[in-house]
């Protein structure tokens, strides 16, 4: 597994954007919220949020924390890539901390959400 695999499986969800944050940790977001964060300095870690149930069975495993700052917020962390989830198993879990971040967006930012000006027909206008 490597930095680039988790790259491709989050960049294939709408509207997903990513930035580096705190100098090292590659961060990926939707409608502003974030919903999973790889460590760019080896041994590479990835962090993503998960539903109660799935933390808990996560953090069971070895390789696999309750992710530091986050844990609260139901985020979990594999310690090193590949120790813990291939990445059939990672796929899903990041899609379902996707869907959990979208699913708490308010309407308005949620990916393909109509903007009020574009769902009242307004056009912007030109400058001159």
Known sequence: MSVDAVRRIC?????VTEDVKWGNDLVFSVGGKMFAV???EPPYSVAFK???E???ELIERPGMIPAPYLAR?????ETEFGEVLDLRELGKLLRGAYDAVVAGLP???RPGAVSPAKKAGVKKRKAR
């Not at 960049?11 to 509207?15: A, N, V």
């Not at 917020?73 to 962390?77: I, L, P």
Request: charged share 25%.
């Open 11 to 15: 960049r294939s969800f709408p509207e």
């Open 73 to 77: 917020a139901m985020w979990v962390q």
């Open 107 to 109: 309407k308005s930012r």
């Open 50 to 52: 998960c539903s109660a």
């Open 38 to 40: 790889v460590d760019l």
């Open 54 to 56: 799935s933390f808990g």
